[in-house]
């Protein structure tokens, strides 16, 4: 249950290509991609992660202490669309970079919220786009334990794929990502 690190290796470029400060993560488990993100923006960079579950980062935090980037990250244990709605209060426009590994079902409407925390030129990185390759096969052959969460990753890429707001790009690493670019 961490970032493949195939994709972490071009989200650690992407972090790099834009030059990325400020960053926000939803769904930080045992901080594998926090880690990435730590070591890929600079000295002074902060990242915001949200998670339910303080133990399990916990778990990862003697990894990221011994790399020297704990100072950069600000967690905070809440429901990732409470968090957000406070954000909103003062950060509109400053995040440079997002990534989102949570709650599957609740993935579109953290997007509505990071389009107004992200700015403009920033990237959003959704985790878990292809859903163990389900969301190509036929409804027959998919399992009803992975059903649930393949419809609602379907109608995400639907909607990213609609939403004029971003350039997307979907790609076939790990379980697949979308990397969305705010215009």
């Known amino acids: ?98 990534f989102v590994d949570a709650d599957k079902v609740s993935y579109q409407k953290y997007h509505e919220r990071l389009l107004q925390l992200v700015k403009v030129g920033g990237i959003i990185v959704y985790d878990n786009t292809l859903w163990f390759g389900t969301v190509a096969m036929p409804e027959e052959s998919v399992s009803e334990a992975m059903k649930p969460n393949r419809h609602h990753i379907i109608e995400f890429n639907k909607f990213l794929a609609a939403d004029t707001r971003f350039q997307i790009s979907q790609v076939p690493l790990g379980d697949g990502i979308t990397i969305c670019r705010r215009i």
């Open 1 to 98: 249950m961490a970032t493949a690190p195939d994709a972490g290796q071009l989200i650690a470029l992407l972090l790099k290509l834009i030059n990325a400060k400020k960053t926000i993560e939803i769904g930080v488990f045992t901080g594998y991609s926090l880690l990435l993100t730590g070591l890929s923006i600079p000295e002074d960079g902060k990242i915001t992660a949200i998670d339910l579950n303080r133990d399990t980062y916990e778990m990862g935090l003697p990894v990221i202490k011994k790399a020297g980037v704990e100072h950069k990250i600000n967690f905070i244990q809440s429901p990732a669309l409470s968090a957000l709605d406070e954000l909103l209060d003062d950060n509109r426009g400053s995040f440079d970079f997002a």
